[in-house]
């Protein structure tokens, strides 16, 4: 047994040296200092063996953190792109709000300025309808008895000549359009005044135009000759513009003029309109004879 332990010890022997010089050294090298840096040795070489992982960890670490920033970062952008539309979005409507707002403002301007010197008054109303049950040849306005609107009261624009009032309630209005086959007033081509090419315009049924008729062949009309109101109907007032000449039949001696008129007015496209608060002169009514009061009296 003794000579067996002896052997073991033998055998061991220089592992424990080796152990022993390993502690030693592992003893000096932590106690030993970098003249340089003052710094440990083993934590020198620490760190140096170390750097390959940390310098991999640490990149692995900041992609991580990159990837992460520029998601977020791309997430902020999103909703501030979002944001910036919508304002945009905003800002254009109101933007076009404001626009018409102005060109409406513009318009009933007009309506209102365009006949300064007429004894009646007007009354702005807005299209809110058109009745296609007869081919869109009347419409809605907004305006009724509570704005002063009474029937067969004439509606202009400054372009000439819509229509006339053919039904009223409180806060809305029918207008049968001139084109209207039913409707019908009385003009004249070229100056009111100056010329007898007079007649009657009333609804063609084609193409949106007009036709006059009962002017005498003997009459000079041209293409492109304005039309007017002549104020014989009672309804319209004189001098309302009602369209241009567009095509001439011509007349004879005994045949009156095939007359077509455009209208003025752009009547597919009304928006703004006004009602003219127009009544008519009284008709001279002749004075009947007086009976003679001063018969069977004595003298």
Known sequence: MVRSTQKEIRQRA???????LALNFGLMSWHARDPATRQSVVRVWAQAALSPFQRATTGVGGAGVN????F????????????????LSEAENELRDARQARDENERLKRLLDFDKDAVYGRVAARVIARDPSVWFNSLIINRGTTSGVDLDMPVVTPEGVVGRVVAVGPVTAQVMLVTDERAAAGAVVGQLGASNAIGSVRGYGKNGLLEMRYVSGLETVNVGDYVVTTGQDRIYPPG????AVVEVVP???????????????????????AVLQYKPPPRDVPQKALPNMDKGKKP
């Open 14 to 20: 220089p592992l424990w040296l080796l152990a022993l």
């Open 67 to 70: 990837l992460f920033q520029r």
């Open 72 to 87: 977020a970062n791309l997430r902020a952008a999103e909703a501030e792109n979002e944001g910036l539309r919508r304002r």
């Open 240 to 243: 309302l513009s009602v369209g």
């Open 251 to 273: 007349g004879s001696a005994t045949t009156p003029h095939t007359i077509r008129v455009k209208p003025g007015a752009r009547l597919n496209s009304l928006q703004e309109v």
